[in-house]
């Protein structure tokens, strides 16, 4: 399993400002991640957006290193508090990525364990008058 970088922005690249064809009124733009974030982190990163209470919720995509946010600039007084409420979500998804993964870790030690003692609840154990022989005989 693997682990989670963190995951935070890194910049806002102001060249990737796009119209949008379906609403004239709204833009797309990216914030550059600080990494490309692995699928389990995306997962935890979408749950956590789609149930969090936030009064503006525009939609995102996430690929590779890049957030693409559909905003209306309109609304840009608010932009501030919307990149600190995605911010949050941000270390909230890599955190609960990073307990996701301990316990898949830890569930996997203890499945090698009860393999293990299964194995060990098989063993027979040689009587000690056979171990006395052995000895007698030179093979321990």
């Not at 550059?32 to 990163?45: D, K, Q, R, S």
């Not at 957030?67 to 609960?96: H, V, W």
């Not at 009587?127 to 006395?132: C, F, N, V």
């Amino acid at each position: 399993m693997h682990s989670v970088p963190e995951i935070e922005f890194k910049a806002i690249d102001v060249e990737s400002i796009e119209s949008v064809d379906d609403n004239p009124e709204a833009v797309t733009f990216d914030i550059i991640l600080t990494a490309a974030p692995p699928v389990h982190w995306l997962e935890e990163f979408e749950y956590l957006y789609s149930r969090s209470q936030f009064g503006l919720k525009p939609p995102i995509h996430i690929s590779g290193d890049r957030m693409k946010i559909l905003y209306l600039p309109r609304y840009g007084d608010e932009l501030q508090n919307f990149i600190g409420f995605l911010s949050l979500i941000l270390e909230r998804a890599t955190a609960e990525a990073r307990r996701t993964i301990e316990i898949q870790q830890s569930d996997e030690r203890e499945k090698i364990k009860s393999d293990f003692k299964s194995v060990l609840t098989k063993l027979e154990l040689p009587k000690t008058g056979l171990t006395k022989s052995m000895t007698a005989a030179g093979r321990i």
